[in-house]
């Protein structure tokens, strides 16, 4: 108001005062004008580039941001030198890592949490929900008493199912008519993992998502296709018969039979490799629907009879009907498995089939087959030394009473305003999407309507779900579970049958895609994105310190875990996602020149990643196998940054962190930055390069920023420099 009675008055001066005056006047009233408007705008914008949190908060999150930096890097050239230079040069891998990144650091915490919990007495009078997890654990903490029994309850099943032929010497006779399928019924029945050579499973309807069907797919081996396939002679494949050999002459096969049957073993794994898909084949969804009824699958399949083999699969009270349908996921696998299986001995498969259960079940045993099986995970990995006794046994109880555990952590360590506080930066982000989808210039209507119907029926799971602090809901879902506290592999085969038949139970049920117990991960640091329930899912575990915190400025938690949420709901839409619709069902709702128009985009993402290598092993990314999770990790920063700035214009802006000159918004995309911040051991990066559908950290950071003109302009990036080119990918 003074301002504008200023300028008013002023005009009334002119109008008195003389004509030969005027000039001189009006240009003095101009520099006072001028000089009035800039000390106005210094004032109001100097308020805010001059405040500064200086809670205790912030000072913490600006010291450990500056530690990470390389602030002689310049931005535009290499940002993720520039973020995590420091990081990178000075941080070292701990022992028993195969990398140190935000993820494990923040599961290191999570860890000794979980101990406190889990390693505690429970009282009397607790609940068996909350009894089992500490039985479990100290069955497997006490290395004295899994000393004494040795492999003496492996040893036991084995023979009961038939022996270890490669053990049994001139015992086991292959023309005693042995059959590969009865062992695995076996297996099933005794609770060990039956997919060696068929993986079954019961899942969502692919084109029906309200139902359930039996699915069948290709084997699931013990070491990845990508390796196998090379042959024997491959390193990790080389090393993996050497550890199989080792495990035979400790269970008591003596070597030189050991290394004759194994490797025909190994070679038959090696066929089931070669006749299955690689992981490229499957992210079109539509070639896995292959709906086949029982006659149908008899005889397109004779080599097995289904109908007694599926029955014995199924948990007791289940039977497999006339009117069922089972989806073959990868129909030329079967066709090329009852070859595979004709031409190879009993004595071959039986060998194989066993070996397999003992691996599974080392991990549970004495120290000497435990120290083997570190030995073989180094060669893979690159870690150097085995982990804590109490760390390993954590992570395996967290693992096998997720429910359980993640009950006990959010009552104790979870802060209950951070779920409300996630569930806004969800809504925030969605809406961004929401207008992106809105503004994409190559989407027609009809396309656009079904992908805003989608978005909109996305679910949101944040935290836990309330049924998790219910402890009636707790009895009802351990109450057929038992364990033996004085045999921890025999409680891990208990376990193993009691979550198997959950799953499998739900075959003819009504299909609940909000259903509490798939929901109920709170103690994980990870995200997740279902296709067949279109929900993402942000436990509890991944909501606190480098990700979220509600005492930071909010550009920090914008960047961290608001990339997070952009990321997974961007999976909805990525090359995978977009094959299915807003009720979860695999259908094409793209008009044919829009999914023309993605697909070119799509294959823009993938061959920027494609050209990309790594300096660590001079290996080059697979830009097919990564492009769902580089469309996320695209999108996902893109829709947090927008998210941010809505927050601002509802908002007052923030203060910066004390000792950093940079913008808020350029501190959104440092925090982003930093989240990838991250150390391999040489053989974990060229495993995650060979085999992850992620590609490594640093690509994760860079290929999103050099495709942002956002976060161009924020640093003023010169177009043309190497985080400005001026070619750009966008899907979204």
Request: proline fraction near 4%; charge should be negative; glycine fraction near 4%.
């Amino acid at each position: 108001m003074a301002l504008f009675k200023f300028l008013t008055d002023c005009k009334a001066n002119k109008a008195q005062s003389p004509r030969r005056r005027s000039v001189p006047y009006i240009a003095a009233l101009a520099l006072v004008l001028l000089t009035t408007i800039f000390f106005i705008y210094k004032l109001c914008t100097n308020r805010y580039e001059t405040y500064v949190c200086n809670t205790k908060e912030c000072r913490d999150t600006a010291s450990e941001v500056v530690k990470k930096m390389n602030v002689y890097v310049d931005p535009c050239n290499n940002f993720y030198e520039f973020a995590c230079g420091t990081y990178n040069d000075k941080e070292i891998i701990p022992e028993d890592k195969t990398s140190i990144n935000r993820f494990n650091v923040i599961e290191d915490k999570l860890l000794e949490q979980l101990k406190d919990i889990i390693s505690a007495e429970p009282s009397e009078n607790a609940p068996k929900h909350f009894r089992l997890p500490n039985l479990y654990y100290k069955a497997c903490i006490n290395t004295t008493w899994i000393e004494t029994l040795g492999s003496t309850s492996i040893t036991n099943i084995a023979k009961s199912m038939g022996g270890w032929p490669l053990l049994e010497g001139d015992k086991w006779n292959e023309n005693n008519n042995f059959k590969w399928q009865e062992l695995v019924k076996k297996f099933r029945a005794q609770g060990f993992d039956f997919e060696y050579i068929i993986d079954f499973s019961v899942e969502a309807d692919l084109r029906n998502s309200s139902k359930r069907v039996m699915s069948l797919d290709q084997a699931d081996l013990a070491v990845s296709r990508e390796y196998l396939v090379k042959g024997e002679n491959e390193t990790l494949v080389s090393a993996y018969y050497d550890y199989m050999v080792d495990i035979a002459v400790l269970f008591g096969a003596k070597k030189d039979e050991a290394k004759e049957q194994l490797r025909q073993s190994l070679q038959f794994e090696i066929d089931l490799a070669t006749i299955s898909w690689p992981k490229e084949k499957f992210r079109n969804s539509s070639v896995m629907f292959n709906p086949f009824t029982l006659q149908q699958l008899s005889a397109a399949y004779p080599y097995v009879d289904w109908v007694d083999y599926l029955n014995a699969l199924l948990p007791k009270g289940l039977s497999v009907q006339e009117n069922d349908i089972i989806n073959v996921n990868v129909p030329p696998f079967f066709e090329k498995l009852g070859k595979l299986l004709a031409k190879t001995p009993n004595r071959v498969i039986a060998n194989y089939l066993m070996w397999r259960i003992h691996a599974f079940s080392i991990r549970y045993l004495s120290e000497d087959f435990h120290n083997r099986r570190e030995k073989y995970r180094m060669t893979i990995d690159g870690h150097q030394k085995q982990e804590e006794r109490w760390k390993e046994c954590i992570n395996i109880v967290n693992k096998d009473f997720d429910i359980s555990v993640g009950s006990l952590y959010v009552r104790k360590h979870f802060d209950q305003d951070s779920k409300a506080n996630v569930l806004e930066m969800v809504n925030n982000v969605r809406k961004v999407f929401y207008f992106i989808l809105h503004e994409v210039n190559w989407m027609d209507d009809k396309t656009r309507h079904e992908a805003k119907k989608k978005l909109n029926n996305m679910e949101a799971h944040i935290g836990y779900p309330d049924e998790l602090l219910d402890d009636k809901e707790l009895v009802k879902y351990y109450d057929n579970l038992k364990i033996n506290p004085d045999n921890f592999f025999e409680s891990r085969l208990a376990i193993n049958m009691f979550e198997t038949d959950i799953v499998f139970n739900l075959l003819r049920l009504p299909v609940n895609k909000t259903d509490w117990i798939f929901h109920s991960r709170a103690s994980e640091v990870n995200a997740f994105y279902s296709t067949m329930e279109n929900s993402i899912l942000i436990p509890a575990g991944i909501m606190q310190d480098f990700f979220f915190s509600a005492q930071r400025p909010n550009y920090m938690n914008y960047g961290t875990i608001g990339s997070v949420i952009g990321h997974e709901i961007t999976h909805g839409f990525d090359d995978e996602g977009r094959q299915f619709d807003g009720d979860g069902d695999m259908r094409d709702w793209w008009q044919p020149d829009t999914a023309k128009a993605y697909l070119k985009k799509a294959q823009c993402i993938i061959e920027q990643y494609g050209n990309f290598t790594d300096r660590l092993t001079g290996l080059k990314l697979n830009g097919i196998n990564t492009q769902g999770e580089n469309i996320a990790d695209n999108g996902g920063v893109k829709e947090a940054y927008r998210a941010y700035q809505s927050w601002v214009g509802d908002h007052e802006p923030e203060p910066r962190l004390p000792g950093l000159g940079y913008t808020p918004q350029q501190m959104f995309w440092i925090s982003f930055a930093q989240n990838g911040c991250a150390k391999d051991r040489l053989k974990e990066r060229r495993e995650t390069i060979t085999t992850d559908v992620h590609s490594p950290a640093e690509f994760r950071v860079l290929g999103p920023l050099r495709n942002s003109k956002d976060f161009a302009k924020d640093f003023q990036c010169p177009e043309g420099s190497p985080m400005n080119p001026v070619h750009k990918c966008e899907v979204w």
